[in-house]
Structure formats: structure tokens, C-alpha cells
């Protein structure tokens, strides 16, 4: 379903809290269909934003170590995501 998210658990480092709020705010855009957030649904949106992120953390918390690391690498680790998320910083 949600192909695009990275496996977390197994990370070195661990995942950080801002990886694991990435890849709840991408779980809730693919389970609601919001993919742009307005007035009207970013209480809704925001609050499952929350709630996925502690369920997850809870669960990366609770689960053993992986005997491999995941095969792919989160988003906010990949250099270009990282220079996109600087540029767009400097421009705000």
C-alpha cells in the first residue's frame, strides 16, 4: 500500500523522531487522500499525524533488533531530499 515508505526499524542510527513523524505524516496522506492540507482537515490530519508517530515510536521501541538493516534508505537521509529540505529552508 504504502510503497514509498522506508523501513525505519533496524536504522544506525535510530530512526529520529523527525523520520518517524515523516513517515506518519506519509501514512496519513496515503490513507485519507489528503495530499495538501487546508483549514478544513488539518485538525483531522494533524492529530493522526500524532497519534501514528507515538504508535510508531512505541513500536520501534518494543520490537528486537533486525539481524540486517533495511535495504533502503529514509528520505531525510538521502543527500538531494537534504539539500532540497536547505534550500527550501533559506528561502522561507
Known amino acids: 500500500m504504502c510503497r514509498n515508505i522506508t523501513t ?3 536504522l544506525e542510527p535510530a530512526a529520529t523522531p523527525a ?3 515523516a513517515a506518519a505524516r506519509q501514512y496519513v496522506r496515503k490513507v485519507s487522500g489528503v495530499q495538501s492540507v487546508s483549514d478544513a482537515t ?3 490530519f ?3 499525524v500524532a497519534e501514528v508517530t507515538a504508535t510508531t515510536t512505541r ?3 518494543a520490537l528486537p533488533a533486525r539481524r540486517q538493516p ?3 534508505v ?3 537521509r538521502r543527500p538531494e531530499v537534504q539539500a532540497r529540505l536547505a534550500a527550501k529552508g533559506k528561502s522561507s
Open 74 to 76: 529514509p528520505p531525510l
Open 42 to 44: 488539518r485538525e483531522a
Open 46 to 48: 494533524e492529530a493522526a
Open 19 to 21: 523520520e518517524i513523524e
Open 70 to 72: 533495511p535495504t533502503t
Open 8 to 10: 525505519l526499524r533496524g
Open 59 to 61: 513500536l520501534l521501541e
